[in-house]
């Protein structure tokens, strides 16, 4: 199998350009930004005809250099992707072996997101693909899809020889990293969990046993409507209990933030210019 060399991404722009150095690998790994992944013990699992897909900040999951095949997918943004406007495209590029790594995929979903031009990200061979309303016509409409989410689903419609694996795509929280609101992550669990159902994606660590559908072996004299509509109320429930609590944090904490933007007012115009520049 003749795998594409170092630098592979320079100038791409087009679904073929792309298809073409996907279509040469045995699996694609998309990495999620998680503390669960474990890079030693996933890197193992995989052949080396492997391709590992990072997203921007890959420090977040690599402590040490990566040997494996790698490409980074860097997410525009209205101001321009965030590792160049941060300045770390450096620390992110030297965590990836040069000898095995295809270089950065721009990638835009939204008009409102700039695309970064190779040298913005130091002259690493960089390639662009421009997906603007990719998700538009099903996402929910006030939300973002996440970088993750719509490149599992560009992948998916590539119709690739590749094996398409997810591995640390579980939308939870920690204390290190946030799970950000402007994306709906219980909407792309469900999608992406049901492409995995159906065989068109695969999850690293498989996909945990659903309780919900064993209920319709508890209850053959209902059908599989009342099952799920009970099953929704419950949850219905659940999230109108959680929003009351909420309230109640919120109206607690009302004299704090006050406060808090209250000093944010008085900060001198040059520190304010600092902070937002980090």
């Known amino acids: 199998m003749n795998l594409p060399n170092p630098g592979a991404t320079a100038n791409l722009k087009t679904n073929e350009d792309w298809r073409a150095v996907f279509s040469a690998f045995s699996h694609i790994v998309l990495i999620a930004n998680s503390e669960a992944i474990d890079m030693a013990a ?3 699992d995989y052949p080396e005809t492997a391709l590992f897909v990072f997203f921007n900040r890959v420090y977040k999951v690599l402590g040490k250099p990566f040997s494996g095949r790698s490409l980074l ?6 101001k321009g992707a965030n590792i160049v406007y941060r300045g770390e495209v450096a620390d992110v590029v030297n965590l990836l072996s040069p000898e095995r790594f295809l270089g950065i995929m721009n990638v835009r979903l939204q008009m409102t997101e700039k695309l970064n031009t190779q040298a913005d990200y130091l002259d690493t061979p960089t390639g662009h693909l421009d997906l603007t309303d990719f998700c538009a016509d099903f996402y929910p409409s006030e939300k973002v899809p996440t970088t993750g989410f719509a490149m599992s689903l560009w ?3 590539q119709k690739l020889p590749a094996r398409i694996v997810l591995a640390g795509f ?3 929280r920690s204390e290190k990293w946030r799970v950000v609101s ?3 992550w219980t909407f792309e669990q469900v999608f992406l969990r049901l492409f995995a159902r159906v065989g068109k994606l695969s999850m690293h660590d498989g996909i945990a046993r659903n309780s919900y559908a064993e209920l319709a072996s508890r209850f053959p004299e209902l059908s599989a409507a009342e099952i799920s509509s009970t099953v929704a109320d419950v949850v219905s429930r659940r999230l109108s209990e ?3 609590q909420v309230d109640k944090l919120i109206s607690l904490t009302n004299v704090l933030r006050s406060a808090d933007l209250f ?3 008085l900060k001198p115009g040059f520190l304010k210019k600092r902070t937002s520049d980090k």
Request: hydrophobic share 40%; no cysteine.
């Open 263 to 265: 000093l944010r007012r």
């Open 182 to 184: 402007v994306h709906d």
């Open 242 to 244: 959680t929003d009351a």
């Open 42 to 44: 996933l890197q193992k």
């Open 155 to 157: 992948l998916v419609d």
């Open 170 to 172: 579980s939308a939870k």
């Open 73 to 78: 997918i860097s997410r525009a943004q209205p």
